[in-house]
C-alpha cells in the first residue's frame, strides 16, 4: 500500500544553517514525487517536483531535493536557510491508478528558522 | 490569473447546522479533490471527481457529500456537522492526463461548536 513517513514533525534550525526535511514512501510501482510548503495561513504550493530523469530536482527558493530509489527516499535540503522559510512542508507521492492518479500526502514537518 | 477559490476562509457553525464549502478553479482542470488538515495527520482526501458528474470517496468520507454538476465547480457538503469536522479544509484540482500535481486554494477553516 502506498505511505509517506516524514520522519520529523518539527525542525528548529538557525538562519544561514543547512536544512534537510527528510521524507520515505512505499509503493508498489513508479510514483511521482512532490514537496509542496504551507505558508502561516496559506494553502500550499508547488515547491519542487521528480517525475523521472536526473534524482536531483532543484525547485523555488533554493529549495533542492534528492530521489533514491533504493533508500524510497526524497529528502529535501538547503543550504542556507532564511527566516521567510518557517512554513510546514509536505512530502507527497502521487502514483498512477485506472483513470487517474492517488496522492497521498506525508504528516508535514513544521520548519522554524531562528534569528 | 489561474487559480483555485475557495469560500468561506472562516466560519464557525453549531452542531446540526448544515452548511457547504464552494470550491471553483479557472483552469479546465477536470480531476478535483477534497482534503481535511488535522495536526500531526497530514492532509487526508474527503472525496475527489475525475469529471463531471464522477465523483468516489477518499479515505474519510463520513459526514459528507459532494456535487460535480459543473466542471470549475466541486462544493463540500456537510448535512449534519459534528465537532469532529472542526478542521482547516482544502480544495484542489489537477488536469487528469498529468503527474498528479495538486493545485490548491486557500484554505476553509471550519470551527463545529
Redesign the interface.
Same mark, same amino acid.
Not at chain 1, 500526502?105 to 508535514?108: L, Q
Not at chain 2, 500531526?40 to 482526501?45: E, I, N, T
Not at chain 2, 503527474?99 to 495538486?102: I, K
Given at each position: 500500500a502506498q505511505s509517506?513517513t %516524514?520522519l520529523d +514533525?518539527q525542525v528548529p534550525v538557525f538562519e544561514e544553517a543547512p536544512v534537510e526535511l527528510r521524507c520515505n514512501y512505499s509503493s508498489s510501482v513508479s510514483v511521482?514525487l512532490?514537496w509542496?510548503v504551507q505558508y502561516p495561513? %496559506?494553502?500550499? %504550493?508547488?515547491l519542487l517536483?521528480y517525475?523521472s530523469g536526473s534524482t536531483l530536482v532543484k525547485g523555488i527558493n533554493g529549495f533542492e531535493a534528492e530521489f533514491n530509489k533504493s533508500q524510497t527516499s526524497f529528502h529535501l535540503r538547503k543550504p542556507s536557510v532564511h527566516i521567510s522559510d518557517t512554513a510546514e512542508y509536505?512530502c507527497?507521492v +502521487?502514483?498512477g491508478r485506472p !483513470?487517474?492518479?492517488?496522492?497521498i500526502? !506525508?504528516?508535514?514537518t513544521r520548519l522554524f528558522v531562528k534569528a | 490569473e489561474a487559480q483555485?477559490t475557495q469560500n468561506p476562509r472562516y466560519l464557525i457553525t453549531v452542531t446540526g447546522k448544515k452548511l457547504t464549502v464552494t470550491c471553483s478553479q479557472n483552469m479546465n482542470h477536470e480531476?478535483m479533490s477534497w482534503?481535511r488538515q488535522d495536526p $500531526?495527520? $497530514?492532509?487526508?482526501?474527503i472525496y475527489y471527481s475525475?469529471n463531471v458528474e464522477v465523483t468516489d470517496k477518499g479515505d474519510v468520507p463520513e459526514g459528507y457529500k459532494v456535487s460535480r454538476k459543473e466542471k470549475r465547480n466541486f462544493p463540500l457538503i456537510l448535512e449534519s456537522p459534528s465537532p469532529n469536522q472542526t478542521s482547516l479544509y482544502?480544495c484542489?484540482s489537477?488536469p487528469?492526463g498529468g503527474? $498528479?500535481?495538486?493545485f490548491? $486554494?486557500?484554505?476553509s477553516r471550519l470551527t463545529v461548536l
Open positions: 509517506v %516524514q +514533525s511521482y512532490f509542496y495561513n %496559506q494553502g500550499l %504550493q508547488l517536483k517525475l509536505f507527497a +502521487s502514483e !483513470g487517474g492518479f492517488k496522492t500526502f !506525508g504528516a508535514g | 483555485v480531476y482534503y $500531526g495527520l $497530514g492532509l487526508r482526501q475525475m482544502f484542489a489537477s487528469l503527474t $498528479g500535481e495538486l490548491f $486554494g486557500e484554505g
